[in-house]
C-alpha cells in the first residue's frame, strides 16, 4: 500500500483532522500523557491501544463519556463484506471491502454516584489526570480525581490489558475510591451491543446478535457477521471487592438504570449496588473478551466461551497479568532494541516494536497484519503490500522463521485467486496479479488508479520470498511452493509488457508506482526495473531447481512451464525500457517526469503542507512532488545493482521533491542517508520513522496508528544503521551510529541463531547468543561468531 | 462531456444491459412497433418519450404493469442535490451532483375489469399491439386489444403529449372498448407519489409531500424537494365519456380499491364505475401536468395551477392537440430536413431534431440540455460541454439566435463559479474552469480524471461563442460579456501550463481528452492546440474591441487585465508543445501514444466489444483504442488550419484505433469523411449518428437516449454533406451527396434570414425564404440569393 498520513486522500470523508496529539513524557519503556483534553480523545485512544496480535482495541473509557469518541474492538480475521462503492463503476472492480467488524464492547461500566451517572464528559472538575502504555508489562492504566456535578469526589483508577498469553481473554481492574463519607455507587458491568463500524461504506450493520446469556457476574452474547457469517462471542464476567473482600451484593438486571442517559441503548447488564465511606475502595474486576468461529464450530462457541471465560476468572486478574508480563518479557528478549543517550529515540523504537508486537506476533498462521491493526478502522484491517515490504524484514528479525513463513504461505494459498485477479485486466495462462488489499485473496480496492495499476506489489511479495529464503536458507519453500508464486508473477510481468516499436524496447504503460501522486504513468522506473528482476529471480529459481530433475518435471508439468516463456522472459529482461537521464545520472521516475515545473518541496508554502490535504489532485499529480520513496525504493531493494555515486545523485535529486505525505516513506530515505553517510539525516528520517505517532507528524492519528510502517521503522535500525544485508547467503553487518546515540544493541533471529550486536562510539560487538557457531561479514571482514 | 454509449462506464451500476431494442417500422414521420415484449419495456419507454422542452416522461404505461419498468417525469430546471458518493475523497470534490427530479406521476389510471385489476404484466393475452410516436404532430399513441385472466375482453386506444404550446400542459385520451357485455369497469385516475430518482446516491428520497388537494375530478399535490427547496405541484382532471356523452358517475375515494395489487402505495385518487356493453367505448380524458416555483412564488403556486389546468380542461383535448400540432407545424417549417430516396436516413434525421425540440425549444431562457433529455436519469439531467459542441450549432441553425444566445448567457452568468471551480485546482487570478457537469455553475462530477483533467471543455466554450457570433454577427455580446468569459479562459490556460525545460516548450500536463479512453496524459494535442487557439481568439477579440477606447477600458477595470498577461500568452501561443511524428505526418494525440501495442480495433475480437463493458480500466486506457474523436476533434474546429492531406494521414491513423463507444464519436467521423470525399464511409458515421438509439447500436437505450448527441446527428448532414461553414464571416456551402440519397433539403437561420438548400443529385437549389438578400460561397463561388 502506502498509507496516506492524511485524512484527505484515502479517507471516505471529507472531515480535517482533530488537533495535532500533543507529546507524551520522554520515557524509555512507557508512554505517559498528564493530559486530559477533549480535543485530544480520539488521538489518546489510538496511542494507548492495546492488543494481544489476535484481539485489540482503541483505548476508550470504560465509563461514559458524552464527547465525541470512536470505540472500536476488533478481532483479526473476523470481517464483514462491505459493498464496494464507487461513483462510476469500472468493469473489475470488486464487489465488496473486507472490513474487520466492530465487536460489541465488554468493557464497560457505567456508574451512578449518588444517582448521578458519572459521565467523564460532563463532571465538574477531572484532575491529576495520568495515562500510561506500560510497554515492558503490555498494560494501559489511567489513574485520576473526579468530581461530580453534585461535588462528590472519586478517585479512580483503572488497568487493563489483552492477555498476550491467552489470545481471548482481556482483564480490568477498576478501582474507585470515594473521597467523602456516604456514597452511593451504583455499578453495572456491560456489554454495550450498540456498536457499529466508524468506516461503513452504506451505514449498513455488520453483525446482529443471535443469542445472549447472562447470570449474577457472567454475560454472554453471541453476534452473527451478516453475510460472512463468521461468530462472534462476546463475554464478560465482573467481580466487586470492598476492602479487599468480594461482595455478593448484586441486584437484578435494571433496564431503567441502563438508560439514565436518555438514549435507547442495546445493552446486556448487570446491577450492583455500594455505599462507600471516605477512603473506602471499590475495586471490579472485569474478565472478558472474544472467541469466534474461526476457532470452534458454532456449535460450541458458547461452551467454549464459558470455559475460556471461568478458566480465566478462576486464575484472577493478577495472575492473568502476571503470566502476561513473563510472556511479553519473552517478546522484548527477542526484538527489544536498546538505544543508549537518546531517550527519545528509545521510547520510539520501543513503541513500535510494541505496537507490531500487539497488532501480530505469529501465534496464528491464518492472520496478517493491518496497516491500522486494531487501532482504526482505516483500510479495512486487511493485508496490503506493507506486509511483504515492511513487515516481514521485522518479523524475520525478532521470530522463529515459520512467522514470515506463514505470513507467505497465505500468499500461496491465495494465488489462485491472484490468477482471477489478473484474467480481470486481460492476461491469462496463469499469470498472478496479487491484490492491493485482501483478506482471502480476492481484491478489496477499488481505485482503478491503485486496483488495477499499482503493480509492483507483485514484486513485493518476490522480495519478500528471496528475503525469507536468505534468512533461513530455507529454499525448500521455493521448490515447494514459492515457485509457483514465482512463476504466475512472471507470466504476469511477461504479458504486462509491451512492445514499443518507437522506442525498440519493452515499456509497461499505465501504472502507479510506489510514489501514488503520479497515477497512469508509463514506464515507472521502479516498476520497470522490479519486473525485469523478478523474471531474472524466477530463472535463477528454475535453474537451481533443475539439478533435481524430478521436483523441476513436476513443476513444469503443474505450472505447464513452457521453453519458449523463459526465452520470451529473457528477452523482455535484456530490452526493458529503463528511463535515464545521461545529463543529470539519474533514473527518471517515469516518463515525462523531466517535463514537470520541477521547483523543489521547500518552496511550498507552509500552509499548502501536507498536499493531500489542501491541493486537488490533479495538481498533485501533475506537480513534481513524491509522496513516498519511488526510485529510491529501488535502491533499497536492488543495493547491489547500483553504486554509491548513483545512489547519490538519485537521492540528491529526488529527495528535494520529495513530501512524505506517506508513513512509508521516511525508513527509506533514513536506510539511504546512511549508505551516503549523511548520519544526521538519517537520523532525522529515523525519528519521523518511529514517531510518526507519537509526535503525531500528520495531525491524523485520531483515525489510528500507523501500525505496518513501524516495521519500516525497525528497518532503520537493523538495515540502516546497523547496516545489515544478506550477501550471496552470508549475513553482513556494517554499523553506523548517529552522533545523538552512546550505543544501541539489537538481536537478529538468523537461521536458527540468535545473534546480539552492540554497536557503541568505538567498539561493535556481535554476541552468539543461541546455535550454532557462524561466520559472518562485519564492515566486510569475515568474522566467527560461536 | 462524452456519454458512453453503454453501462459499464459511467453507468453506477454494474448491470450489463437489456436485451436489444428491436428495430421499428421505416416510416418518415413516425417510429412505430408492433411488439409486445416485456424485455422490450424499458427500452420503447425511452424510445417513445414524449415532451415540451420543460417537462418531459418516458413513455410508461397509464395502466398497472406487473413487470420491470422505470418510471420517469421531470421537469427541467428543478434539481435535488444528491450528497457525493465516491470510494475515496478527493480534495476538491464536489459536494452533490444535481439531479432531475422524478416527479409525482400523474398519468396514472388503475382499472378493475369486474373487479380484477388489470395488469398489463400478467393479463392472458395482449394481441394487435401497437406504438406510435407521431412526429409530425408530437404525440405517442398505444392500441392494443387485452384478454383478461377471466376472459373478458378490450379494446384499449391510448394518445398523449405534452404540449408544445402550454408548458405546463400534458393530455391522455384513454379509450376502453368492451368486447362483451355487462363488463364492470371500475377506473382510478391517480397521482402516483410513490415514485423515486432510480439514480440516487444514497437511495435518499429527494422531494416530500406538503399539500394536496382532492375534488370529484381534480387532483393537486405539491411537492417540496428536500434541500433545493423547489416546489412542485402535479395536478390532473380526469373526464369520462361514455357514447359521447360526460358521465358525473364519481364514487367517492376509495383506499381499499386502490391496496388491490398488495402493495402499499402513496396516491391520490378518484374512483368511477362503469358498466359497458360489447362495443360500449369509455373515454377517460386526463389532462395534467407540472406548475413549479421557478415560475410562481410559492405562494401562489396552488393556485396557479388551479387556473393552469382549468384553462386547459376548458378547452379539451382536441383543441389542446390541435394547438400542440400547430406549433410542431411551425418548429418543423423551421428544422426539417428533407431526405429522399432513404427513408432510414430520413426518418433518423427526424428523430434527432424531434428529439432535440422535445428536450429543448429555446422557450425559457433559464434552461439548458441534459445528456439525456427527460428520457432517463443518467448525468443528472445537467449540461456537459455537450451543450456548446453539439447542441448550439443545432439551434443556431434552426431557431432565432437568441436561443443559443441565452444559452452561452448561462455560462455568462455562472462565470463567478467557474472562477471558484478554477481556485480548487490552485489557480488564481480570476482564470475560470467551467464545470464538466453542472447545473448552476457549480461543479457537479466527481471523477477526478474528468472533474479536475477534462479540461478541453473550457475551449468549447469560446467555440460556441465564436460560432454564435460567426452566425448572428452580434460581436456586441463579446464586448459586453463574452469578453469577461474569453479573459477568463485565456488566464486559466496561461496558468495551467508550464514551461518544460527538457523540451524547451510549454506544456500541459495531466488531462483527459475527449478521448476518455487515455487519463491523466500530458500534451494532448487536441488540448494544446484548442489552448493555443483560446489564447490567439481572447487577444484578437480584445484587439478588435480596442478601437473602441470605451469599452475597451471598462473590460481592462473590470478584468483587471495586465499587458504583461498578453505578453504571456503570446509566448504560451508561440511555444507550446504539439506533439508531431513526422516520419507518420500526424499529430500524436498525447506524449507517450506511440509506445502502445498499435493493433488495428477490428483485431479485437467481437465479444470484448464494447470494451467499456469487457475491459478493466488499465486496459482500456494501456490500448491504442480511442473512445471518441480526439485529434480529429481538433480538425473539426479548426478545419482552415491543416491542408487535407494533413487531415487525410491523421483520419486513416486514427480512425482504425477509434471504437465510437462514445455517441459523440460518429457524426465528427462523418464530417471528416466527407471533406476525404469517402461518402460511403460519411454515411456509414451518419447512419450510426441518427440512428445510435432507434437501432440501439450500444445495447443501452433502456436507460434513455443520447440526446445531445442528436445535434451531432444533425452537423453531420448541414456541415458534413451540406459543407455549410462561415469563413471571414461569410456563409459557406460545399455540398455533396451520398450515394443513398436522391436530394437532401435543409434550411438555415443566419442573421434574421431563413435560407433554403436543395441539394440534388445534378443540381443545388438555395433560395431566401425571409429576409434580406445576402452574398454566400456556394462551392467556393460567390452567389447572391434574394
Keep these: 500500500m502506502t498509507k496516506n498520513t492524511s485524512t484527505g486522500l484515502w ?75 464507487v461513483s462510476w463503476w469500472k468493469n473489475g472492480y470488486p464487489d465488496y471491502f473486507a472490513k474487520m467488524v466492530n465487536c460489541p464492547n465488554w468493557n464497560r461500566l457505567r456508574i451512578f454516584v449518588n444517582d448521578q451517572l458519572l459521565d467523564i464528559g460532563s463532571c465538574k472538575e477531572i484532575s491529576f489526570f495520568i495515562r500510561e502504555l506500560n510497554m515492558k508489562e503490555g498494560w494501559y492504566k489511567r489513574d485520576f480525581i473526579l468530581e461530580m456535578k453534585n461535588g462528590e469526589k472519586l478517585k479512580i483508577s483503572s488497568k487493563r490489558f489483552y492477555s498476550i498469553k491467552r489470545k481471548e481473554i482481556g482483564a480490568i481492574k477498576y478501582s474507585i475510591t470515594s473521597l467523602q463519607d456516604d456514597t452511593n455507587i451504583k455499578i453495572l458491568p456491560f456489554i454495550d451491543l450498540n456498536v457499529k463500524n466508524n468506516d461503513s461504506n452504506w451505514n449498513d450493520p455488520f453483525i446482529k446478535t443471535i443469542d445472549y446469556e447472562l447470570d449474577k457476574t457472567n454475560s454472554f452474547v453471541i453476534s452473527k457477521v451478516i453475510g460472512t457469517e463468521f461468530e462472534i462471542s462476546t463475554f464478560s464476567n465482573t467481580q466487586f471487592y470492598i476492602d479487599g473482600v468480594l461482595s455478593e451484593n448484586i441486584i437484578p438486571y435494571s433496564t431503567s438504570a441502563l438508560s439514565a442517559t436518555g438514549k435507547k441503548e442495546k445493552v446486556i447488564a448487570n446491577c450492583n449496588e455500594f455505599i462507600l465511606n471516605n477512603n473506602q475502595e471499590l475495586i471490579a474486576f472485569k474478565i472478558g473478551g472474544y472467541c469466534n468461529s474461526n476457532n470452534y464450530s458454532k456449535k460450541e462457541l458458547k461452551n467454549k466461551s464459558k470455559i475460556t471465560l471461568k478458566n480465566a476468572v478462576n486464575l484472577g486478574f493478577d495472575k492473568l497479568l502476571n503470566e502476561h508480563i513473563i510472556e511479553w518479557n519473552n517478546i522484548w528478549f527477542h526484538s527489544d532494541i536498546q538505544i543508549k543517550g537518546d531517550t527519545k529515540s528509545q521510547q520510539g523504537i520501543r513503541y513500535n516494536i510494541f505496537q507490531l508486537n500487539q497488532t501480530f506476533n505469529g501465534s496464528n498462521p491464518k492472520l496478517n497484519i493491518g496497516p491500522k491493526g486494531f487501532t482504526g478502522e482505516k483500510y479495512g484491517g486487511v493485508t496490503y503490500w506493507d506486509t511483504e515490504a515492511y513487515c516481514i524484514p521485522f518479523y524475520l528479525g525478532t521470530k522463529n522463521s515459520q512467522v514470515a513463513k506463514n505470513l507467505i504461505n497465505q500468499r500461496y494459498d491465495q494465488l489462485e485467486n491472484a490468477i482471477k485477479n489478473a484474467k480481470k485486466i486481460g492476461l491469462n495462462n496463469g499469470a498472478a496479479l496479487y491484490p492491493m488489499a485482501t483478506v482471502n485473496g480476492e481484491e478489496c480496492h477499488n481505485e482503478w488508479e491503485i486496483t488495477f495499476e499499482e503493480i509492483h506489489r507483485n514484486a513485493a511479495i518476490l522480495q519478500a520470498i528471496k528475503k525469507y529464503v536468505d534468512y533461513s536458507s530455507d529454499f525448500d519453500f521455493i521448490k515447494n511452493k514459492g515457485i509457483e508464486i514465482l512463476i504466475a508473477v512472471a507470466r504476469f510481468w511477461a504479458q504486462r509488457v509491451n512492445y514499443s516499436n518507437q522506442l525498440k524496447k519493452y515499456v509497461i504503460l499505465g501504472v502507479t508506482g510506489p510514489n501514488e501522486y503520479e497515477n497512469n504513468v508509463d514506464n515507472n522506473w521502479y516498476t520497470n526495473y522490479s519486473a525485469k528482476w523478478c523474471l531474472k529471480y524466477t530463472r535463477d529459481s528454475l535453474f537451481k531447481i533443475s539439478n533435481d530433475k524430478k521436483v523441476y518435471d513436476r513443476i513444469v508439468e503443474k505450472t505447464n512451464l513452457k521453453k519458449h516463456e523463459i526465452k520470451k522472459w529473457i528477452e523482455i529482461e535484456n530490452n526493458i525500457h529503463l528511463p535515464y537521464s545521461e545529463e543529470l545520472n539519474i533514473f527518471i521516475q517515469n516518463d515525462g517526469f523531466l517535463n514537470k515545473e520541477l521547483i523543489p518541496a521547500e518552496k511550498i508554502p507552509k500552509n499548502e503542507r501536507p498536499l493531500c490535504q489542501n491541493w486537488s489532485w490533479d495538481k498533485i499529480l501533475r506537480s513534481p512532488y513524491i509522496k513516498q520513496a519511488d526510485v529510491l525504493q529501488g535502491f533499497y531493494y536492488f543495493p547491489d545493482d547500483f553504486n554509491l555515486k548513483l545512489l547519490e545523485n538519485n537521492f540528491n535529486y529526488y529527495e528535494k521533491f520529495t513530501v512524505h505525505e506517506s508513513s512509508l516513506s521516511a525508513s527509506i530515505h533514513s536506510i539511504q542517508s546512511v549508505k551516503l553517510n549523511k548520519l544526521d539525516k538519517a537520523y532525522k528520517y529515523f525519528l519521523k520513522a518511529s514517531r510518526v505517532d507519537l509526535d503525531d507528524y500528520n495531525k491524523e492519528i485520531d483515525q489510528g496508528l500507523h501500525i505496518t510502517s513501524m516495521g519500516g521503522a525497525w528497518m532503520s535500525i537493523i538495515e540502516g544503521f546497523g547496516g545489515m544485508k544478506i550477501t550471496n547467503g552470508m549475513l553482513s553487518i556494517n554499523p553506523k551510529i548517529p552522533k545523538n546515540w552512546k550505543q544501541y544493541v539489537f538481536k537478529l533471529n538468523f537461521r536458527n541463531r540468535l545473534i546480539n550486536v552492540e554497536v557503541g562510539l568505538k567498539e561493535i560487538k556481535i554476541t552468539l547468543l543461541k546455535g550454532k557457531p557462524m561466520e559472518l561479514l562485519l564492515n566486510n571482514n569475515k568474522i566467527n561468531i560461536a
Design 11 to 85: 479517507g471516505d470523508s471529507k472531515k480535517q483532522t482533530n488537533s495535532k496529539f500533543e507529546s507524551c513524557e520522554l520515557n524509555p519503556w512507557s508512554i505517559i500523557s498528564n493530559d486530559f483534553k477533549k480535543d485530544q480523545i480520539l488521538s489518546c485512544e489510538s496511542i494507548f491501544s492495546t492488543g494481544n496480535g489476535e484481539i485489540g482495541q482503541r483505548a476508550n473509557f470504560e465509563e461514559d463519556y458524552s464527547g465525541k469518541q470512536l470505540t472500536g474492538n476488533y478481532i483479526n480475521g473476523v470481517y464483514f463484506k462491505d459493498r464496494t462503492k
